[in-house]
């Protein structure tokens, strides 16, 4: 089912609420307080009357050109959700009281009468879980959403403002991330507490004490143990400490040493060290990120004392004469259990001069000719915009196009798609037994936390890939259509597949909906995520777990665990009974 948003009212920054079919989420009056408000209305009848009809005809030219539809010409109504039901309201029905307790928190919500917002409704076989906030393309893509079988999306109105959804994001928010929260009607918060999705990198300290105050419903987009692969040493070493055990297996990251670590044995190898094609070195800070600090290795007595140096992949394949590298996106969305989604786009990112095995020092130096950030190569004079994600042109290419090149080109891209695939999962299992107990002591639900890694590797001439290295914040700037088209599309699919349910703001975290009990905190967990692999995964492709990898991977993992344990068996066929269905 393809689906594309109707045209509905933005959020409305008001205090008069029209009446309509709506379903809202609303208090039950007493009576002596729907008579009042009956009275007042009756006294504006005629002043709103008036207003609409003036409005309705300049209404319909503003509704082409923008998506908000300003308070007086509001005239249609949304479908009605019948089995959405009415919240009674526990907090004082005195709406000053209401008030009063939310302005110092949420000054946000000061003016906002109502929001409306999308839920998916599930299928039949769809197990027992609240319903979870929907997210449409921005229209600027030119995109509608396949809906899975069985699913469809319905609107909702909120009057009450302690439910009303808040996203909480880093100051100078990108587009890819600020776009979609705009057009699915999602209120920008400058706070923390009780907020629906956190967006944002902080120190070790407040990111754990913020993890530590999570509640049930939040979802925030870090774990606290990302930083054993987002940091080139703590990645080489997990690499390294795995190779020893799987030698065959761990295989895909160049020669590497840590300094000052293995200081000793490297200087040995450099000793009476000479520069060939085939014997170059990268020199990589350990802790930085956009290129900077990364260059050969020309002179051994300049070498920082504490840095990576990699073995220079000098093979890569090539395109028009250039070299370029891959930026993929993985999401996790558990540890325990351990969930993995690859992205099925991406970025080619391409050198802005040609490649040259020159052992010139000037060439070797020349950074636009070794190296593929596109934050280094932006600088060049010789870099070429590419704002069109579907051609082979300029600096930067989608990853959809490369794909085409290859088959154009009589090179197997499955074949290459399968090793970057397997490269992955080997990343994360690398950190998985180590993780899952740090995890666990924060006591979060299964589906709190989320990560969006951008990968980056490298294809050589043999069409063998290698891993660079794993980001942990990854660069959601767009700067190009190509850009914003790809990571536009990638967070609304975040968005989707986190699964959001809308909760109350106001300390007691009531939901919509009835809340489901389990008998356990895996059978809870099982249940989210056999709903989570159902949701709209928009172009995530779920790589671990499958029934055809479980048992090719588990040998990688010393003690998955019991949520872990209990999810396998179910992909395989085994403890259906522990999933509860509507």
Known sequence: MNLRRQQLPK???????PTSSRTTVSSIKSKSEIVAKQKTENQNTSTQKNQTQTSQTSSQTQRKQSNIIKTE????????ISDLPIIIDNTPKNQLEQ????????????????????????????????????????EKLNKNYKLPEGFKVQDIEIKEKKFMIMFKAYKNIPLCLSEPMKYNNIIRTTLYDNTNIIWSLL?????????????????????????????????????????????????????????????????????????????????????????????????VNTIPQKTLVSHYVSNPLLIQ?????????????????????????????????????????????????HLTNYAVNKENDKYQKNDDASKEMGSKWSIKTLKKYFRENKMDWNKVWD?????????????????????????????????????????????????????????LNCDSNLDLKIKCKLTTDIFNLIGCVPFTHDGKF????????????????????????????GGFIRIFPKKNNIDVYRKFLEKPGEENEALWKYIKGENRDKVYYN
């Open 321 to 369: 004469n250039k070299k370029f590298d891959l930026r993929l996106y993985l999401l996790i969305t558990g540890y325990s259990p351990l969930k993995m989604y690859l992205y099925d786009d991406g970025l080619v990112r391409f050198c802005s001069e040609e490649y040259s095995l020159s052992l010139d020092e000037e060439k070797l130096n020349n950074r636009f000719i």
């Open 419 to 475: 090793k970057i695939k397997d490269i992955i999962i080997k990343v994360i299992l690398s950190i998985t037994d180590d993780g899952i107990p740090v995890i666990k002591k924060f006591n979060v639900s299964s589906n709190n936390l989320f990560e969006i890694f951008g990968v980056d590797i490298l294809i050589d001439e043999n069409l063998t890939p290698w891993l660079m290295e794993v980001n942990l914040n990854p660069s």
């Open 11 to 17: 959020i409305l920054t008001t205090t008069s609420t």
């Open 99 to 138: 008030l009063a307790l939310l302005k110092p928190n949420r000054p946000e919500l000061k003016n906002q009468a109502r929001q409306i917002v999308h839920v998916l409704i599930g299928p039949k076989n769809y197990p027992k879980h609240p319903k979870t906030l929907f997210f449409y393309y921005d």
């Open 73 to 80: 010409i509001i005239a249609k109504t949304l479908p009605t």
């Open 203 to 299: 120190s070790k300290e407040k990111m754990e004490n913020l993890i530590r105050d999570i509640n049930k419903y939040q979802r925030y987009n870090h774990f606290p143990t990302t930083k054993q692969i987002s940091r080139k040493d703590n990645l080489y070493m997990n690499y390294e400490r795995m190779k020893k055990k799987f030698p065959k297996d761990y295989n895909y990251m160049p020669e590497t040493y840590i300094l000052p670590r293995d200081k000793e044995i490297f200087d040995k190898m450099i000793k009476d060290y000479k520069i060939t094609e085939k014997n170059m070195w990268l020199i990589k800070p350990v802790a930085s990120s956009l290129g900077n600090g990364i260059h050969l290795m020309t002179d």
């Open 510 to 537: 009531e939901i919509m909906e009835k809340e489901y009990e389990y008998k356990n905190e895996v059978e809870e967990s099982l249940n989210e995520t056999i709903c989570e692999f159902m949701r709209p995964n």
